[in-house]
């Protein structure tokens, strides 16, 4: 991602009208936008004068140098209305709450350079991934949020045909994708964790499907129903006790497998989790990390 490129999509034009307005060839937007590296006639410049741009900030490929005349002089983009389906307000609020993260991250280095933070699940077309942030470096970093009110991702990541493909071209092109999962979502045991494209591929295997990853069976280890379903509640081991009439030693011994529950206890259990008595006595598979 570079810089002609963002301020592109910010701007919310195509190439071909960004060749248009700045007076030079489409194929000459679009070598800017792959990696400039050396003047080509006076495209460079016409590009950087019509964004509202120096001429080196366009060169030289350089965000943190981005100047605050650049948003005066555009506006913000135009947002879609959030979601009204129940099944996809959880993914936007989750995208909200990175989203402003990432702002309160990069304001701390970069106050002007905070403004191009996009989120492009707020603007119309599919860009293979979620946010436009920024590292500790002020080179671009693609965000794609997964949100899941479960505690892990032991069933694995999920990614769209159109994601995984632009993960790949990212990757390929030297940027930053990044995968950022948030588990167990507006609970206590809440978790973000950010997992770059390259090491979803290293760590995880990729299904017949092509679209979900699962960690490898080397990096998994066995938990009890009820520590699984536990966790997934957002519950700690005192909390569920208290629940369910006993003793955090109690849910200790059921879980490490020392002690067997009663069936009055499972059915306590099974109503408190909101899972079936099936659920409490299986094992899961999970990732040892997670």
Known sequence: MTVTKACRLYIGLTQQELADRAGIHTHLVCDIEKAPSAPSGSGYKLVADYLGLSYDTVLRDDFATIPESFFNRWPTPEYTPAPTEAHKRI???????????????????????VKLIMPLFKMSGKFGYDILSFDDAARPVCIEVKTSIH???????????????????????????????????????????????AQLMSNYEMEHTGVRFRKKSRETVCV???????????????????????????????????????????LRLSAVLEVTIDELIRTYEVGQDE
Not at 91 to 112: D, H, K, M, S
Not at 233 to 252: P, R, Y
């Open 91 to 113: 993914g936007r609020e989750g995208e909200e709450f990175i989203l402003q993260q990432e702002q309160e991250r990069v304001a701390a280095r970069y106050p002007t350079l």
């Open 151 to 197: 505690y892990s991702t032991a069933n694995g990541l999920s990614l769209t045909a159109k994601e995984l493909r632009v993960a790949q071209n990212c990757t390929a092109a030297g940027e930053n994708y990044v995968l950022c999962s948030l588990t167990s979502w507006g609970k206590p045991s809440q978790r973000r964790r950010d997992i770059p494209f």
């Open 224 to 266: 009890s129903g009820i520590t699984y379903n536990r966790k997934r509640k957002g519950l700690n081991q005192t909390q569920l006790a208290a629940l369910i009439g006993t003793q955090q030693g109690a849910i200790c011994l059921y879980e490490s497998g020392k002690r067997t529950p009663s069936l009055n206890v499972l």
